[in-house]
């Protein structure tokens, strides 16, 4: 408690301090070799306080972060195991779930075969019983055929009626989610390629001075002495 009182009492006049070197720092405009070495004096003030803010917090975390790394040093080996097994057991799940969706799909198609196969019979019926209807007056004749087109109709959409797999039981719900896999690298957009910034800094590093598609070249950067 104690501790934390004090963390409390330290970290409000470093709060008060930063705001105050920032609002400095807003004021500072650089136009001269004079005014660029006030920037540089300034900038050295700046870092000095940033070296005791970080002193400041580590003497506070230090502990804090040894706590928790004993604590995970401990764990993880355990966690790192339950996820490996977590991975092997819904690989084991989802291998089974696949082979589920494939044989109910299987079933699914010959259903729809069957419907279609159906409605073509019922369609033709129907195609005969429109010659028929010339046989009545006009009145009937209309009534006939918007009954048949109405059964017509029917038929057609009950071969369209999408029926979905369901692989949800009581102890798990399943829910279809896309995924990716990729065959040929070489053919991916180029928005869907990362660039390996690492690498080309090292090459850089090491003298690299030119790479296709990159623009090298120097930037000033500041080192206090």
Do not use: H
């Amino acid at each position: 408690m104690d501790t934390e009182k004090n963390l409390m009492l330290t970290l409000e006049p470093m709060q008060i301090e930063s705001y105050r070197i920032d609002e400095r720092a807003k004021l500072i405009s650089v136009t001269d070799a004079v005014s660029y070495d006030t920037a540089v004096t300034f900038l050295k003030e700046v870092n000095n306080k940033l070296k005791d803010f970080k002193a400041q917090r580590d003497k506070y975390i230090k502990p804090m972060k040894d706590s928790i790394k004993a604590i995970d040093e401990r764990l993880k080996e355990p966690i790192k195991l339950l996820e490996d097994t977590d991975t092997t057991l819904r690989q084991k799940l989802n291998t089974y779930l696949s082979e589920v969706r494939k044989r109910e799909e299987e079933r699914l198609a010959l259903e729809r075969k069957k419907r279609e196969d159906e409605a073509i019979r019922q369609l033709d019926n129907l195609e005969q019983a429109k010659t028929q209807a010339g046989e009545y007056d006009e009145v009937t004749q209309k009534a006939i055929q918007r009954t048949i087109e109405n059964k017509q109709n029917k038929a057609i959409e009950a071969t369209v009626s999408q029926e979905k797999v369901n692989l949800s039981t009581n102890s798990a719900s399943v829910s279809m989610v896309w995924d990716f896999e990729v065959i040929d690298k070489s053919k991916l957009p180029l928005e869907y390629l990362k660039v390996d910034e690492v690498a080309i800094r090292n090459a850089i590093r090491n003298g690299q001075r030119e790479i296709a598609g990159v623009k090298i070249f120097q930037k000033p950067q500041i080192s206090l002495k």
